[in-house]
């Protein structure tokens, strides 16, 4: 595999937001994948682990949300647990936490409490309900949320239960990137005004607002309240995937009529198909196109529409997707310390952005962020180191 962007873990990158100083408080999920992602544009993003977890069951060095990261143990619980991370929000740009509602007052690490040591602090908070509303103090995950949106609802075959993005939608879209765009808005806002604030960012929110499109084009009749109906939900025979000969899939995306003719011309259908725009014939067209890709296989389609503006493309798996040569080429993904995962996403011209470390294990930075960050009360009298001896 081609790694256009392959690092080392001493490659310097600092990225636009080199300078910026991020505690996150740990968790799983998207609070972590947003924490990522400050950290891969150059933040030195500090991760507070609590002893024992929490964790993704698997082995931490293989945990790629936790990269360009470093970390540091407090027991939150402990008599001093609090003040040692107020000693590190009084010196952040941002703090990330993804508690329930009330429990990092009740910790002592709530928005007031930073707010006393540092008023210009962004706090960003990281839920699936929100701060507020019937169900926010509800346990909850990715399916829940999506579900009450309506987002959930629109994905997969209309006589088939709905299809699970797996947390992608929920989780990353509806909850880290907005998380990610409120705290840089507000770190903005503070650098501005010198004011700090509280960015609620709720899963349920971010998930709404991804369809703001589709609720304009269901206002507007364009758009069926169902699932497999529309143009961009499956029920286009022009949009959507297509078993092959040998079992795997292509994806077809050509809506606009000159690549639809490109489409059908290569995909051999000739004078068969009937008029694109013939709604009631959709189902025709459908049958005719899934028996045009069943005669060949993934690869000799692949080989067929590859040189063509038909907007057809192959359906990868997470194995195969880092070895397609355009994605090989550009980098979009990379190696590091033998582990393969996405390079860090957008790019700019002039504060370029990398893998700079792997996964960052519990506790293992304690001394290196004390000293960086002029906080001497995080590290525990116990592991302190032991004075020079004077002979």
Same mark, same amino acid.
Request: aromatic share 6%; charged share 20%.
């Given at each position: ?12 990158s600092p990225g636009p937001l080199a300078g910026v100083r991020v505690v996150e408080l740990a968790g799983i999920g998207p609070g972590p ?94 839920? #699936?309900? +929100?701060? =507020?509303? %019937?169900?926010? &103090? ?8 999506? *579900? $009450? ?118 995909? #051999?259908? +000739?004078? =068969?198909? %009937?008029?694109? &725009? ?8 459908? *049958? $005719? ?33 880092p070895h397609h040569p355009h994605l090989a080429a550009r980098g979009t993904f990379t190696d590091h310390g033998g582990l393969t995962q ?50």
């Amino acid at each position: 595999m081609t790694t256009a962007r392959t690092t080392t873990g001493n490659t310097p990158s600092p990225g636009p937001l080199a300078g910026v100083r991020v505690v996150e408080l740990a968790g799983i999920g998207p609070g972590p994948f947003a924490a990522m992602l400050l950290a891969d544009l150059g933040a030195d993003v500090v991760r507070v682990d609590r002893p024992g977890g929490p964790g993704l069951g698997i082995d931490p060095e293989y945990d790629v949300t936790n990269r360009n990261k470093r970390s540091v143990v407090v027991d939150l619980k402990a008599a001093d647990g609090a003040d040692r991370v107020l000693d590190l929000a009084a010196r952040a740009d941002v703090l990330i936490e993804g508690y329930r509602p009330g429990v990092a007052e009740r910790l002592g690490v709530g928005p007031d409490a930073c707010h006393a040591r540092n008023p210009r602090l962004v706090y960003g908070r990281m839920t #699936g309900w +929100g701060q =507020q509303g %019937p169900l926010a &103090h509800r346990a909850g995950h990715d399916i829940a949320y999506i *579900a $009450l949106t309506g987002t959930l609802g629109l994905i997969g075959a209309p006589d088939e239960p709905p299809a699970v993005p797996a947390n992608l939608l929920g989780d990353y879209a509806g909850g880290s990137l907005y998380l990610v765009v409120g705290v840089l808005a507000a770190l903005h806002h503070a650098r501005a005004t010198g004011t700090g604030q509280v960015v609620d960012a709720a899963i349920v929110d971010g998930a709404a607002h991804l369809s703001a499109m589709i609720h304009g084009m269901l206002a507007a009749g364009g758009w069926q309240d169902r699932r497999g109906a529309n143009l961009l939900d499956g029920g286009c025979p022009f949009y959507g995937t297509y078993e092959t000969a040998d079992g795997q899939y292509m994806a077809v995306g050509a809506l606009e009529p000159q690549f639809y003719d490109v489409f059908t011309d290569l995909l #051999g259908l +000739g004078d =068969q198909a %009937p008029p694109r &725009h013939d709604i009631t014939r959709w189902d025709e067209l459908r *049958a $005719l196109v899934a028996a045009r890709f069943k005669a060949r296989t993934r690869d000799e389609w692949t080989a067929v529409f590859e040189s063509s503006d038909a907007c057809v493309a192959p359906v990868l798996s997470l194995r195969e997707a880092p070895h397609h040569p355009h994605l090989a080429a550009r980098g979009t993904f990379t190696d590091h310390g033998g582990l393969t995962q996405p390079a860090p996403a957008p790019r700019f011209s002039a504060t370029p952005t990398a893998v700079r470390t792997g996964p960052a294990r519990p506790g293992t930075d304690t001394e290196s962020v004390a000293r960086d960050w002029d906080v001497p009360r995080l590290v525990p009298p116990s592991a302190a180191p032991e004075p020079p001896n004077p002979q």
